[in-house]
Each structure stands twice: as C-alpha cells, then as structure tokens.
C-alpha cells in the first residue's frame, strides 16, 4: 500500500480517495493525473484498478498481421509505411493469392485471429475486400477477422459510393468478424487537421464504431501519443471513447501507440520516452473506467516496457504477430513475432500469470 504521505506529495490523494469510492475522473483530473510527477505513484493507482478487474493475469492471443497494400491516398505526417502512388519505390500490394498465402502458410498454427490493415489504396475493386475476407475464412474457418480501421470503411464508403452502415454489412456477409481500433489517432480537430488531414474526422470515426456496435460487432480503440498532442487533448480523445462506450459497450480495449519518428514528417520529433509510455497507459487505465481492458501493444512500446506496462494498468499484450510493417518501417526495433512461449516467458518475467485468449476475450488456455 503506497503511503497516504506519498500519494499526497503526488498530488493524487484526492483522485485516490475518489476512485475507491467508484467516482468517475474529470478531463480536469485526467490532466492533474499527466502532470504529478511522481510515476511511480500513478502507476500504483492504476494497478490497483488492474489488479481489481483482472487480479494478476495479462491476455495475449496467437495472430498474424496482414497489411495488403500500403499504397495511400492520404499522407499522414507520421506515416512511415504508405507510398502515395502505385509504382513509387517500396509500394506494393499483394495480388490476392499472395495475400491468402500469408495465412495459408500459417494455417496448421493454432492461430486465432488474422488482424488485417491497408493504406487507402485509389484503384482496387470492393471485391478485392470481399474476396480477401471469404478466402480467410475458406483457408481456416474458424479464425476471427479483425480488419479494417474505420478510416478504411469510412474511405470504402466514399470511392465505392455506399453509406458506411453499407459497407460494414457487406463485409460481415463476407467474413468480417470485428474492428481493429487504428486510425483514431488523436480525435482533437486541432492535431487532425496538423497531422492527418486527409482521413475521416473523430465525428465519423467514433459514428462507424458506433454502427459497428450496433450491428453485432465488437471492436478496439487506439490513441497515437507523443507528438503535439497536449495532456488535455489525450483526455479528451478518451472522455470521447468513454462516452461512446456508456452507449454501446462495444469495445473491448484501449491501445495507446507511441508515435515513431523514423522515416516520416515528423522526424524531428523525440519518440516518447519509456517514463511516458507508462504515464500513457496508466493514465487510461483510471480514465477508461468502463472500457475492460488496456493494451500495450508490444511492438510499438518495446518489449522490456510493454512487461513493465503490466503493474502501469496494462493487462494485455496483444499477440504473436509473425510480420509487421507498420513500426517497423517507422524504426521500431522489436522483433517482429514471438512464439507463444516467448509471450508466456516474458509475462511471468514480469510477475504476472499468462492467459491465452480469442480476439473477444474467450479464455483458450491458462499457461
Ligand atoms: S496512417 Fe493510414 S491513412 Fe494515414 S498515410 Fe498511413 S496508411 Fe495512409
């Protein structure tokens, strides 16, 4: 039990005593929270609401990412993986054969998830989407799709001429299971309109989640931090996910991405320290009193912090992964896949019990 006299020089004896009694945090305690300097304190409260809801187990699951096209109308500053133009150096896509393959050749692997993401790519067919889903599914039929962020469908929309609503439910009849949470970036209209521009606004994001709840789906929120976001602008990207979910209860976790500043537009930018990834998550962990669990996705964050993360608030680890391109073209020097047993060894490390899960959470094994 951290000391009365502790919390009190932190600044935060008032947000504790006001936690224990069930009370809801404030944008205006959210910004006290970023501003104690004290990060040990911080993180002690949010491992007590970890610890609250999940005891000392940390989830994980076995997936692989797929990233079919990073070929990108749009030109997010802090975007090292898309290439603007079919043809320019380093762009690609995968014909759809040699998108299937990269399940196909993980297919007798007890993998349950294929996460798929894509830069807004001008010229292919909705079918390419469609065919891509149902070729998953006909490959391994129980594995749960987890594609397209919601920038994605909201651009589907727009270039194929159909409503948003439209395209999600012509996904679902071709095997879409639920939403990745990328592409919320920071919902302020004052970072949108410097950084991501060219994409759909936090109105439409947080409509398209909002549909997708409503149809049946669950799906995930990020918040992409350390770059000219203020502490203010943080908490009201999560007061906004809070509210949505008071409304529907569809998502299913929080996961803050650290910017990396290799290879893009804001380069000359610091990534944010490890101190801050900690602040970051545990921060989330007491705004986000209603959203079950906080990600630390451990390419984005390092492995060594991602462990740490799991007594800042973090009960999850995401998953295997086998292939990422997106942080690692931006710098991320992580590997890019472990083994089960390399998650598993890396959780109990970190003192805590490994839990395989599905993508919602179903319990698989206890490890
Ligand atoms: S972040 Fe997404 S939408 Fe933005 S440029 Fe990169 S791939 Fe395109």
Redesign the pocket.
């Known amino acids: 039990m951290l000391t009365d006299a502790r919390l009190e020089r932190a600044g935060l004896a008032d947000i504790s005593r006001r936690l224990e009694a069930g009370d809801r945090l404030t944008l205006e305690d959210g910004v006290r929270l970023f501003e104690s300097p004290d990060t040990l304190a911080l993180g002690w409260l949010a491992n007590r609401a970890r610890e609250q809801r999940h005891l000392d187990l940390a989830f994980y699951n076995q997936n692989i990412r797929l990233e079919a096209t ?1 070929v ?5 500053l ?2 090292s ?2 290439r603007l133009m079919p043809g320019d150096t380093d762009a690609y896509t995968l014909s759809l054969e040699q998108a299937l393959q990269k399940l196909r050749v993980h297919a007798h692997e007890p993998i349950t998830e294929v996460h798929v993401v ?3 790519h001008p010229d292919l067919p909705f079918d390419y989407y469609t065919n891509l889903l149902r070729g998953l599914k006909a490959i391994k039929p129980g594995i749960h799709l987890k594609c397209f ?1 919601a ?1 994605e469908i909201a651009f589907f929309a727009d270039l194929y001429t159909m409503t948003d609503e439209q395209v999600l439910r012509e996904l679902m009849a071709a095997g879409l299971d639920s939403l990745p949470g ?2 919320a970036e920071v919902f302020a209209a004052r970072v949108r309109q410097k950084i ?1 521009a ?2 759909c606004g936090a109105d439409r994001w947080l409509a398209i989640h909002r549909t997708a709840h409503a149809l049946g789906m669950r799906s995930n929120v990020t918040m992409l931090y350390g770059h000219i976001e203020t502490y203010a602008e943080r908490i009201d990207h999560m007061l906004r996910v809070r509210a949505l979910q008071d409304e529907t209860g569809g998502f299913q976790a929080f996961i803050p991405l650290a910017f990396h500043p290799d290879n893009n537009q804001l380069r000359k930018l610091p990534a944010p320290a490890a101190s801050e990834t900690l602040r970051v998550h545990a921060v989330a962990r007491l705004m986000l009193d209603n959203v079950a669990h906080i990600k630390a996705f451990w390419i984005a964050t390092g492995v060594e912090v991602a462990q740490t993360s799991l007594w800042f608030g973090v009960d999850d680890l995401d998953g295997t992964v086998q292939e990422e391109k997106i942080y690692h073209m931006a710098g991320a020097r992580t590997p890019e896949m472990m083994t089960p047993r390399e998650i598993q060894r890396l959780i109990r490390a970190a003192g805590r019990s490994p839990v395989e899960r599905d993508t919602l959470y179903n319990v698989i094994a206890r490890n």
């Open positions: 990073n990108c109308v749009a030109n997010c802090f975007c993986f898309a894509n830069g807004l962020t920038v990328g592409g991501c060219d994409k």
